[in-house]
C-alpha cells in the first residue's frame, strides 16, 4: 500500500507541475466552473462522459458510439475495455457472466450492484443475487461503470462498484434502425428499432432476436448454442403542459426470453487437447430455457431547471429451467460431475459413463431440472436539488427504495443410461419438488443522502447510506411436494448498516486533477441466523490529465475486507445451495491505467484514435481457514484469492474516416488460480493467459446504409476461459460475421 501511496504522490506531483506551467488557465477553469449542473435523470449514473470525467471517485462511461464499433453481443467484450474490471468466461457468447469489480467474487457476478436502467437487475439482488438472467448487450446505448466512493448511492453491494446499463431512450424526432448479421456457427441476429416523440407524447419500440448453433460439437449433431428475443416497449407523456411544474410520466415493458442447449459440463485436460470444441454425449439433453420480463413506471416532476423528484415502480419476473447433467452414481457411489471431471482419474468408470464409451446401468446418469423461479418488486424515489450560494455550488441529493425479491426452487431428477454409442434413454422420471423446495425472500429498505459542494478547484461529496435487511428461508422439503407446510423448516437473519463515504476532487486546470475516495464495503449475508454481512473498508487515490491529444487516467486502490463472504455456488464447482461461509481478513489493492491518444486534428477527415487499459490487482488473504465447500480449498495466510488475475492489458486502435471505418481491440487476460494458493500456480488449478484479438469494419454505402463486419478472435487462437463449473472450458474460436445496418 505505502509503494502504491509512493507512485500516485509521484504523479500528481508531475501534473502539478505541468499545470503550474499552463497559460490562461485561471479563465478557463472558472468558464468551466460557472457552468449549470444538469441533473442526471434516475435512469442514468453519469449519462455523459463529461460527468463521468468530472466525478470524485473511478466512473467509467461506454456511450453509444463505442458500443457501435463492434456492435456487440458480449458483454465480455464490452467491458474489456474498462480498467477495474476483470472477467471469466464460461460460455463464450457471454450469455451469464461472471464479472468482478476490484477483486469482488467474480461467480456469477454475486457481488456488484447490476442495473437496467436504474432498477436492479438481478433476478433477487438480495436473497439470490447469482446472475443467472443478465441483460442482452446487443440492445443497450450505453454502459456506466461506478467504483470507489462516489458509487455508495447505489447498493446493496457498495464494495467493488455498480454497474449500470442504459437500455434504448425515446428519440426527440422520428427515427429508426435496422440491423441484420449473418456468420460462423450459423449465428445470426435482427435488431429494429423506432421512436419519435413531440412536445406531449413520445416512444419507442425494440426488437432484437440473436441466435447461433454454437461453436462446440456433439456426437449426435444437435445444435449447442442458443436463441434469445428480446423486445423493448417505452411510452412517455408530458403531463399537464400549461401547469407551473412540469411533470411526465413513463412506462417501460421489456420481454426476453432464451432457449439455449448449454451445459456445466466442461472437458477432462486430456479431451480438451485433443478436440476442445468436443462436448461429451452426457449433455445431450442439457438444455436452458428462460423468459423474463420488466414493468417499470417513473415519474418525474421538475420543481424548477435546479429541483426534480423522480420515483420510479417497478417489478422483474424470471423463470428458468437449467435442465443438466448433475451427477454419476457407480455402483452406489454418487459422484458430482465436477468431482468427475476433476479426479477423471480416479473415478475411471464415472468418467466412462460421462464420456459415452460404455453401456451403462439403468438410472446411473441424473439429470437435474434446476426449476427456479424469481421476481424483485419496489418503488424508489430520489430528490436532486442544486443551488449556487456566492461562488459556491451545492447539490444535495436524497434518495429510498422499498424493495422486495424471492428465489422459488422447486426442482427434481430425473435418472437415464448411456449406450457405449453415446445414446441416452430415460428410466426413471422425477418428481418436481423432490430435490429442491424452498422458498427465500428478502425485505429492504435502503436510502441514502450524499452532498456535493465545489469550491474554486476543490470538489468534495460526502455520503451515506442505510440499508435495512430481513432475509428468510421456509424449506418445505423432498417429501411435501404440495407445499402442506407438515415439514416446514424455517431460518432468518437480518442486519442494520450504515455505509458512510467521501470523494474528493481537485483541478489544477481543465487538464489536470486529482481525486480519491475512502467508503465503506458492504454485501449482504445470507439467511442463516446470525450470519454477518460482507464489509470492507476501500480507498482510491488518482488523477486525471489531458496534456495536447492525450488523455488519461492512473488511479490506485486499497480494499481491506474485514470478512470476506463465500457463496457455494454450482457455477464455480458447488453444490448449488447459495449458502454462504466466513472467508475471514481478505486484502486487495491494485493499480488502474487509461490512456488514450488521437494521432491527428479534431478538423482533419481522418481519425486514428489509440487506447490503452491496464490493470494490476493483487490479493492476499489475511487468516487461514478450511473451505468445507472445497470451492476456494484450504487457505492458509498469504494465499491469494481464486479467479482474479494479476495483469490484464486492453488496447484499441481505429481508423475512422467518412466513407469507412476500422477497429481493432487486443486483449491479454493473466493467468489466474481457481482455488486459493501462492506461488507457482499448479497445472490442475490454473487458466493460462492468453492474447486475444478482435476485428470489426464498417463501409458507409451512403448517408443511411452501411455494411459491417466483425470477427471474434483474428488470429484463431485456442484458450481456456476456465475451469468451473465442471472441467476446462474453451473460449470462442475465430468466427466471422457480416451484415448491413439502415438508420432514418
Given at each position: 500500500?505505502?509503494?502504491?501511496?509512493?507512485?500516485f504522490?509521484?504523479?500528481?506531483?508531475?501534473?502539478s507541475l505541468?499545470a503550474?506551467?499552463?497559460?490562461?488557465?485561471?479563465?478557463?477553469?472558472?468558464?468551466?466552473?460557472?457552468l449549470?449542473?444538469?441533473?442526471?435523470?434516475?435512469?442514468?449514473?453519469?449519462?455523459?462522459?463529461?460527468?463521468?470525467?468530472?466525478?470524485?471517485?473511478?466512473?467509467?462511461?461506454?456511450?453509444?458510439?463505442?458500443?457501435?464499433?463492434?456492435?456487440?453481443?458480449?458483454?465480455?467484450r464490452?467491458?474489456?475495455?474498462?480498467?477495474?474490471?476483470?472477467?471469466?468466461?464460461?460460455?463464450?457468447?457471454?450469455?451469464?457472466?461472471?464479472?468482478?469489480?476490484?477483486?469482488?467474487s467474480?461467480?456469477?457476478?454475486?457481488?456488484?450492484?447490476?442495473?437496467?436502467d436504474?432498477?436492479?437487475?438481478?433476478?433477487?439482488?438480495y436473497?439470490?443475487?447469482?446472475?443467472y438472467?443478465?441483460?442482452?448487450?446487443?440492445?443497450?446505448?450505453?454502459?456506466?461503470?461506478?467504483?470507489?466512493?462516489?458509487?455508495?448511492?447505489?447498493?446493496?453491494?457498495?464494495?467493488?462498484?455498480?454497474?449500470?446499463?442504459?437500455?434504448?431512450?425515446?428519440?426527440?424526432?422520428?427515427?429508426?434502425?435496422?440491423?441484420?448479421?449473418?456468420g460462423?456457427?450459423?449465428?445470426?441476429?435482427l435488431?429494429?428499432?423506432?421512436?419519435?416523440?413531440?412536445?406531449?407524447?413520445?416512444?419507442?419500440?425494440?426488437?432484437?432476436?440473436?441466435g447461433?448453433?454454437?461453436?462446440?460439437?456433439l456426437?449426435?449433431?444437435?445444435n449447442?448454442?442458443?436463441?434469445?428475443?428480446?423486445?423493448?416497449?417505452?411510452?412517455?407523456?408530458?403531463?399537464?403542459?400549461?401547469?407551473?411544474?412540469?411533470?411526465?410520466?413513463?412506462?417501460?415493458f421489456?420481454?426476453?426470453?432464451?432457449?439455449?442447449?448449454?451445459?456445466?459440463?466442461?472437458l477432462?485436460e486430456?479431451?480438451?487437447?485433443?478436440?476442445?470444441?468436443?462436448?461429451?454425449?452426457?449433455s445431450?439433453?442439457?438444455?436452458?430455457?428462460?423468459?423474463?420480463?420488466?414493468?417499470?413506471?417513473t415519474?418525474?416532476i421538475?420543481?424548477?431547471?435546479?429541483?426534480?423528484?423522480?420515483?420510479?415502480?417497478?417489478?422483474?419476473n424470471?423463470?428458468?429451467?437449467?435442465?443438466?447433467?448433475d451427477?454419476?452414481n457407480?455402483?452406489?457411489?454418487?459422484?458430482?460431475?465436477?468431482?468427475?471431471?476433476?479426479?477423471?482419474?480416479?473415478?475411471?468408470?464415472?468418467?466412462?459413463?460421462?464420456n459415452?464409451?460404455?453401456?451403462?446401468?439403468?438410472?446411473?446418469?441424473?439429470?437435474?431440472?434446476?426449476?427456479?423461479?424469481?421476481?424483485?418488486q419496489?418503488?424508489?424515489?430520489?430528490?436532486?436539488?442544486?443551488?449556487?450560494?456566492?461562488?459556491?455550488?451545492?447539490?444535495?441529493?436524497i434518495?429510498?427504495?422499498?424493495?422486495y425479491?424471492?428465489?422459488?426452487?422447486?426442482?427434481?431428477v430425473?435418472?437415464?443410461e448411456?449406450?457405449?454409442?453415446?445414446i441416452?434413454?430415460?428410466?426413471?422420471?422425477?418428481?418436481?419438488?423432490?430435490?429442491?423446495?424452498?422458498?427465500?425472500?428478502?425485505?429492504?429498505?435502503?436510502?441514502?443522502?450524499?452532498?456535493?459542494?465545489?469550491?474554486?478547484?476543490?470538489?468534495?461529496?460526502?455520503?451515506?447510506?442505510?440499508?435495512?435487511?430481513q432475509?428468510?428461508?421456509?424449506?418445505?422439503?423432498?417429501?411435501?411436494?404440495?407445499r402442506?407446510?407438515k415439514?416446514?423448516?424455517?431460518?432468518?437473519?437480518?442486519?442494520?448498516?450504515?455505509?458512510?463515504?467521501i470523494?474528493?476532487?481537485?483541478?489544477?486546470?481543465?487538464?489536470?486533477?486529482?481525486f480519491?475516495?475512502?467508503?465503506?464495503?458492504?454485501?449482504?449475508?445470507?439467511?442463516?441466523?446470525?450470519?454477518?454481512?460482507?464489509?470492507?473498508?476501500?480507498?482510491?487515490?488518482?488523477?486525471?490529465?489531458?496534456?495536447?491529444?492525450?488523455?488519461?487516467?492512473?488511479?490506485?486502490?486499497?480494499?481491506?475486507?474485514s470478512?470476506?463472504?463465500?457463496?457455494?455456488?454450482?457455477?464455480?464447482?458447488?453444490?448449488?445451495?447459495?449458502?454462504?461461509?466466513?472467508?475471514?481478513?481478505?486484502?486487495?489493492?491494485?493499480?488502474?491505467?487509461?490512456?488514450?491518444?488521437?494521432?491527428?486534428?479534431?478538423?482533419?477527415?481522418?481519425?486514428?484514435?489509440?487506447?490503452?487499459?491496464?490493470?494490476?490487482?493483487n490479493?492476499?488473504?489475511?487468516?487461514?481457514?478450511g473451505?468445507?465447500?472445497?470451492?476456494?480449498?484450504?487457505?492458509?495466510?498469504?494465499?491469494?484469492?481464486?479467479?482474479?488475475?494479476?495483469?490484464?492489458?486492453?488496447?484499441?486502435?481505429?481508423?475512422?474516416?467518412?466513407?469507412?471505418?476500422?477497429?481493432?481491440?487486443?486483449?491479454?487476460?493473466?493467468?489466474?488460480?481457481?482455488?486459493?494458493?501462492?506461488?507457482t500456480?499448479?497445472?490442475?488449478?490454473?487458466?493460462v493467459?492468453?492474447?486475444?484479438?478482435?476485428?470489426?469494419?464498417?463501409?458507409?454505402?451512403n448517408?443511411?446504409?452501411?455494411?459491417?463486419?466483425?470477427?471474434?478472435?483474428?488470429?484463431d487462437?485456442?484458450?481456456?476461459?476456465?475451469?468451473?463449473?465442471?472441467g476446462?472450458?474453451?473460449?470462442?474460436?475465430?468466427?466471422?460475421?457480416?451484415?448491413?445496418?439502415?438508420?432514418?
Amino acid at each position: 500500500m505505502r509503494s502504491l501511496l509512493l507512485l500516485f504522490a509521484t504523479i500528481i506531483f508531475t501534473m502539478s507541475l505541468v499545470a503550474q506551467n499552463k497559460k490562461n488557465d485561471k479563465g478557463m477553469l472558472d468558464s468551466i466552473q460557472k457552468l449549470d449542473e444538469v441533473i442526471i435523470s434516475t435512469s442514468t449514473i453519469l449519462g455523459n462522459k463529461y460527468v463521468a470525467k468530472n466525478r470524485t471517485g473511478s466512473a467509467f462511461y461506454l456511450s453509444s458510439k463505442e458500443l457501435a464499433k463492434f456492435s456487440f453481443t458480449d458483454i465480455n467484450r464490452a467491458l474489456r475495455s474498462i480498467p477495474g474490471v476483470t472477467i471469466y468466461e464460461e460460455d463464450g457468447f457471454g450469455l451469464r457472466p461472471n464479472i468482478s469489480l476490484r477483486g469482488t467474487s467474480p461467480e456469477r457476478s454475486s457481488k456488484i450492484t447490476m442495473m437496467e436502467d436504474g432498477v436492479l437487475i438481478s433476478p433477487a439482488p438480495y436473497s439470490a443475487s447469482a446472475a443467472y438472467y443478465f441483460p442482452t448487450i446487443a440492445r443497450m446505448e450505453a454502459i456506466e461503470v461506478l467504483k470507489g466512493s462516489s458509487q455508495i448511492q447505489y447498493g446493496p453491494f457498495t464494495t467493488g462498484g455498480a454497474i449500470n446499463m442504459i437500455s434504448a431512450q425515446i428519440p426527440t424526432a422520428f427515427s429508426g434502425k435496422i440491423r441484420a448479421s449473418y456468420g460462423s456457427f450459423n449465428s445470426n441476429q435482427l435488431h429494429a428499432k423506432i421512436g419519435g416523440s413531440n412536445a406531449n407524447f413520445g416512444y419507442v419500440l425494440e426488437y432484437l432476436n440473436y441466435g447461433s448453433d454454437g461453436f462446440k460439437t456433439l456426437p449426435s449433431g444437435k445444435n449447442t448454442g442458443f436463441n434469445k428475443n428480446d423486445f423493448v416497449a417505452k411510452i412517455r407523456a408530458n403531463l399537464f403542459p400549461n401547469a407551473a411544474f412540469k411533470q411526465s410520466l413513463e412506462f417501460k415493458f421489456q420481454y426476453a426470453d432464451e432457449i439455449g442447449n448449454e451445459t456445466y459440463l466442461g472437458l477432462s485436460e486430456k479431451d480438451f487437447k485433443s478436440n476442445p470444441f468436443y462436448r461429451y454425449p452426457s449433455s445431450d439433453n442439457d438444455k436452458m430455457t428462460t423468459d423474463h420480463t420488466q414493468f417499470m413506471l417513473t415519474h418525474q416532476i421538475n420543481f424548477s431547471k435546479n429541483s426534480r423528484i423522480t420515483t420510479t415502480a417497478y417489478r422483474n419476473n424470471f423463470a428458468r429451467n437449467w435442465y443438466k447433467l448433475d451427477f454419476i452414481n457407480f455402483n452406489g457411489n454418487r459422484q458430482s460431475i465436477a468431482n468427475v471431471l476433476e479426479n477423471n482419474k480416479k473415478y475411471p468408470n464415472h468418467f466412462a459413463i460421462v464420456n459415452g464409451t460404455v453401456n451403462s446401468d439403468a438410472d446411473v446418469i441424473g439429470i437435474k431440472a434446476n426449476n427456479r423461479k424469481y421476481y424483485s418488486q419496489g418503488i424508489q424515489t430520489k430528490l436532486d436539488y442544486h443551488w449556487y450560494q456566492g461562488g459556491v455550488f451545492h447539490d444535495l441529493e436524497i434518495g429510498a427504495r422499498f424493495h422486495y425479491d424471492e428465489e422459488d426452487r422447486f426442482q427434481w431428477v430425473d435418472r437415464y443410461e448411456i449406450s457405449s454409442t453415446g445414446i441416452m434413454t430415460q428410466t426413471i422420471a422425477g418428481i418436481p419438488g423432490t430435490d429442491a423446495n424452498r422458498i427465500t425472500s428478502a425485505n429492504a429498505f435502503a436510502s441514502y443522502i450524499t452532498y456535493k459542494l465545489k469550491y474554486l478547484n476543490w470538489t468534495f461529496t460526502p455520503g451515506i447510506r442505510y440499508e435495512n435487511i430481513q432475509l428468510q428461508r421456509e424449506d418445505f422439503g423432498k417429501n411435501d411436494v404440495t407445499r402442506t407446510g407438515k415439514n416446514l423448516s424455517e431460518r432468518e437473519n437480518s442486519v442494520d448498516v450504515f455505509i458512510p463515504g467521501i470523494g474528493a476532487n481537485y483541478k489544477f486546470t481543465n487538464e489536470v486533477s486529482v481525486f480519491g475516495g475512502v467508503h465503506k464495503g458492504f454485501s449482504p449475508p445470507g439467511n442463516q441466523d446470525g450470519e454477518k454481512p460482507e464489509e470492507s473498508m476501500n480507498y482510491e487515490l488518482g488523477t486525471r490529465f489531458s496534456v495536447g491529444k492525450l488523455r488519461g487516467e492512473f488511479v490506485g486502490f486499497y480494499n481491506y475486507y474485514s470478512n470476506l463472504l463465500g457463496s457455494d455456488l454450482a457455477a464455480t464447482g458447488g453444490t448449488g445451495s447459495l449458502d454462504q461461509f466466513n472467508a475471514g481478513e481478505v486484502s486487495v489493492n491494485g493499480i488502474e491505467v487509461l490512456m488514450n491518444y488521437d494521432f491527428f486534428k479534431k478538423d482533419s477527415k481522418i481519425a486514428l484514435p489509440i487506447s490503452f487499459g491496464y490493470t494490476f490487482t493483487n490479493t492476499e488473504f489475511k487468516n487461514s481457514f478450511g473451505s468445507l465447500e472445497d470451492l476456494w480449498g484450504v487457505v492458509t495466510i498469504g494465499d491469494e484469492l481464486p479467479y482474479i488475475p494479476k495483469h490484464q492489458f486492453n488496447a484499441g486502435f481505429s481508423v475512422e474516416h467518412p466513407l469507412f471505418e476500422i477497429n481493432i481491440n487486443a486483449r491479454f487476460n493473466g493467468e489466474f488460480r481457481t482455488l486459493a494458493g501462492k506461488g507457482t500456480i499448479p497445472e490442475n488449478e490454473k487458466v493460462v493467459s492468453n492474447f486475444i484479438v478482435d476485428f470489426s469494419g464498417k463501409y458507409f454505402i451512403n448517408k443511411k446504409l452501411n455494411a459491417t463486419l466483425n470477427i471474434i478472435n483474428l488470429l484463431d487462437n485456442t484458450y481456456i476461459v476456465s475451469r468451473v463449473p465442471s472441467g476446462v472450458r474453451p473460449g470462442h474460436p475465430f468466427g466471422m460475421y457480416a451484415g448491413l445496418e439502415f438508420a432514418f
